[in-house]
């Protein structure tokens, strides 16, 4: 008989559940896809399951990243289901969800290769960028043991104001620093500075007679991390420090110098990334607003479309960031986030710090495990 198939225009509409995975040490290690990887993205994909990657990696813009990902996964990723370590800092530039305005203040940007991060940074909307490379550049003698030639080629002139000091309002590690003597000879500089000036010393920190309460409360920049991993699962088979190895670098030399003038805590920090609340909360508007795109393109009855997101199944590495991240957020559509440990990065064996809802050899265990459980 001459049936015929309907073939559906439309994808089906997306279930009332997604993944969030994390990419060192589930899907790559370095650029190689990890067994399975591929495959588990693909055929989430040809379900219409929706899915967002959200790494504590990061130093290049989205669409560079997801370019280099697609290739790498063999699997089409887009920006709307990609979130990195800085992504979230785009709420610095006009400071929303209560965060400070940084978009005109003059800001000092650590990480990444070249100029690669300011390039973001300058994406974002941040238009008064510094790097170090800058700052070696117009004082050489900052740093006795800098190797200038290092830096001429990426280094901008600093053009501030006649007559007014150089102010740093701010200091955002992008990505992880290559020259963590040269960053740390700035940043602690600048955390010892009179209102963020740089070159100079407040007489408040330098006055070891004052009540700690006393310690940076004449303006010195504020540290923005973006990613706060000790560890992460690069393509050697041992943990690498991660940009959380600099703080505690940085929080360790600033501490030996500032002595018992800081606070119990140290210097101002601001923490974003895995297993922050507001790279958790940030993710999620992502995922919705990427799984509303698939609703709105699929097909099937307006009534027998899910339309609230039940679970998000996060598939970890790091039960430090991954792990602790999902099962501590609080969701503010009522979401839950399931947390799955595989075993192919930082957690190798043994009872982890932090408990998952479940723990895997691998991320095709992790995402049959979630199907299972997503009846
Ligand atoms: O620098 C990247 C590292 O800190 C961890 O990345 O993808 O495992 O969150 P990821
Ligand atoms: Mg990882």
């Known amino acids: 008989s001459s049936r015929s198939f309907h073939i559906p225009s439309k994808p089906p509409p997306p279930p009332n559940f997604a993944f969030a995975f994390d990419i060192d040490g589930v899907l790559l290690r370095g650029s190689t896809p990890l067994p399975g990887a591929s495959r588990s993205l693909r055929y989430l994909q040809d379900n219409g399951i929706p899915f967002i990657l959200l790494t504590n990696g990061g130093g290049k813009t989205e669409a560079q990243r997801v370019s280099d990902l697609s290739r790498h996964l063999n699997v089409p990723i887009d920006v709307d289901m990609f979130v990195q370590s800085h992504t979230p800092f785009k709420q610095l530039v006009n400071g929303d969800e209560g965060f400070p305005r940084l978009k005109d203040e003059c800001i000092l940007v650590l990480g990444g290769q070249g100029n ?25 003698a900052l740093w006795p043991l800098a190797n200038h030639s290092l830096y001429t080629a990426h280094a901008r002139p600093i053009l501030h104001k006649l007559g007014r000091p150089l102010r740093i309002a701010a200091i955002l590690v992008f990505h992880d620093p290559r020259d963590w003597a040269l960053d740390i000879q700035i940043v602690t500089d600048l955390l010892l500075s009179e209102n963020g000036v740089l070159g100079t010393v407040s007489p408040q920190n330098g006055n070891p007679t004052l009540p700690n309460d006393g310690w940076q409360q004449d303006g ?123 075993k192919t990065g930082v ?9 998952p809802n479940a723990m895997v050899p691998d991320v095709t265990a992790a995402v049959s495990w979630a199907l299972k459980e997503s009846g």
């Not at 010195?220 to 560890?231: A, E, G, K, L, R």
């Not at 600099?246 to 101002?268: D, H, S, V, Y």
């Not at 957690?347 to 408990?355: I, L, N, T």
């Open 116 to 140: 690669e991060c300011r390039d973001v940074a300058e994406g974002y909307g941040f238009t008064q960028v510094l790097t170090p490379a800058d700052i070696i550049t117009a004082y050489p």
């Open 220 to 342: 010195q920049p504020t540290v923005y991390f973006s990613n706060p991993d000790v560890v992460w699962a690069s393509e050697y088979h041992m943990d690498r420090l991660g940009q959380g190895a600099f703080l505690q670098a940085l929080a360790g030399t600033f501490n030996a110098i500032a002595g018992r003038r800081t606070k119990p805590g140290g210097f101002e920090r601001i923490l974003f990334g895995k297993p922050t609340a507001k790279t958790f909360v940030f993710a999620e508007r992502k995922l919705e607003a990427h799984r509303q795109t698939l609703l709105a393109s699929s097909g099937g009855e307006e009534k027998t479309r899910p339309s609230k997101l039940e679970n998000v199944y996060m598939i970890g590495d790091n039960p430090a960031s991954d792990i602790l991240g999902a099962n501590k957020h609080q969701s503010p559509s009522g979401t839950t986030w399931p947390s799955i440990l595989v």
């Open 347 to 355: 957690f190798k064996s043994g009872m982890p710090e932090y408990v």
